[in-house]
């Protein structure tokens, strides 16, 4: 059973790490702001996601566990909301530097 | 285990050095808002594999200030960058 | 090299190239949000130092209050920013300046590298009286119990330094609201978010502020979510900031550190010396203190953020 759990453990956290690289590599390399835009949202979404349902198995107690999935919850929110303000401010043009 | 989350969030932090190359390169300033939002929320995933590696709980409660506080100074840089709206349609007096 | 040095160093460089970029950035936004990944990432560090109280302040002011303070003070100087960039120092004071900031670097480098093995520390005696102060974590025990004055004295310096940030408000609009009025869309994204995140942050704030007697956290982080939080809400146009004229503001400003004085002065009479706390009551007095500077500092760390007044007082 132990076993099992490990490689459950090992896949979604990989998957997770998985997701994150392809938010970054996103954000380097898709030609305008908002595309990076999505690109980014991928990582806070399903990355995070992975990782903390990886995670939750080796949480000690229910209390933390529910501390990991609020804390998904919060970067989900967050991300969105400050997502589309930023894409308001891309749509705009944005400020050269 | 241990070792493999250490590694996990290792990984992860290495998309954050990847993601700083657009704070420098971004050329406006949504690009650079993305970059730091993305540190916050790879941020919070190296914590929370650390601290499930390392165990030490507590890595989850900075996990939790840090999810909070990059959405406040993201919302700061967005209201910062935005003119403000034209308030003509706005009640005069706040009760 | 170890899964943990390997780590240890990627953060170390990654801390090292934002800071450059953040010195070397032309614009002041660009350098701002360079500032705010920093704090970030110093933060992490701070969790792979085992500092888990100094990541929690941190992330709260160092990247949080502090990137909203700097942003609010460039907006107020971008109308200046073009005469400012035409009359930079010239090359042989950056020069200067770089290196008086490298020597000062490397001076801290020599002595952390040259602490004797083991360090001298203190830490086995605070860990030792620990019991005494009935609470968890020592962190704590060493600002509220052996070193009270140094936090007694920072909640009052921090008072100051809000009556500071206001003795730059002109006459006309003394005792006014501080901070210009935001109007947001009250059905806009904005909104939204500072309806529905304040309530977790606070939750979060009141969380970490009760847990700091045994687990890293305590009153100052708390207090700057709820600060945060509150900025949040004045920001999206949902609520105004009150007038500093109001007679419960300037009594909650100095509540905290007056019941904290006055607490010392009792232990005088109660258990020998000041700030010292009688046997058995160490941990209620502890927690009183604390939750009476909640407030204090709450409004304190919102108010400098909001600024001094720009708009007269309401009649």
Redesign the interface.
Known sequence: MSFFLDIFIVVTVSAGAFFFLAGSVGLLRFPDALSRLHALTKADNLGLGLIVLGLLPRAGGLLAALKLV?VWL?IL??SA??S??VARVARRGG?P? | MN?FL??A??FV??T??LG?AR??RGPT?AD??M??QL??SN?VA??LL??AAEG?P??G??A???A??????S???????TP??P?SD?EP??A | MT??S??AM??A??LL??AA?TVAA??T??A???F??YG??L??AW??L?S?DV??TE??IG???T??LL??A??RLRTTEAALSAERPGAPLRWLAAAASAAVAGGIAVAVLSLPDPAPTLAPAAAEHLASTGLGNPVTAVLIAYRALDTLLESIVVVFALIGVWSLTPDRTWGGRPGP?????PNG??A??AR??PP??IT?GLY?FW?GAD???GKF?GAT?LA??W??VM?AGLT?APPISRTWLRILLVAGPLLFIAIGFAGALTAGAVLAYPEGYAKLLIKVIEAALMPTLTLTLALLVAGASERTA?P
Do not use: C, N
């Open positions: 609020v919060l929110l967050a909301t400050v589309q303000m400020s530097s | 070792d250490l590694a969030a290792g932090l290495a954050i050095a700083l704070i420098v300033d650079r808002m970059s730091v540190i916050g941020g190296v914590l650390a601290g030490t507590a890595a409660d900075v939790l200030a840090l909070l506080l990059a959405a406040f100074a919302v700061a840089f967005v209201k910062s960058a403000p709206i308030d706005k007096e706040r | 899964v943990t390997a780590l990627v953060l460089l990654i190239a934002i970029y032309r614009r936004f660009a701002i949000e360079g705010v990944a970030l990432l933060s992490i969790v792979a085992s888990i990541a929690l992330a709260a990247s949080g209050l990137g909203v942003i609010g460039a907006a009025e935001h109007a947001a869309d994204i904005l939204y978010l529905l995140l977790i942050g979060v970490i847990v687990l890293p956290g982080q979510i945060a939080m900025l949040l920001m105004d309401p």
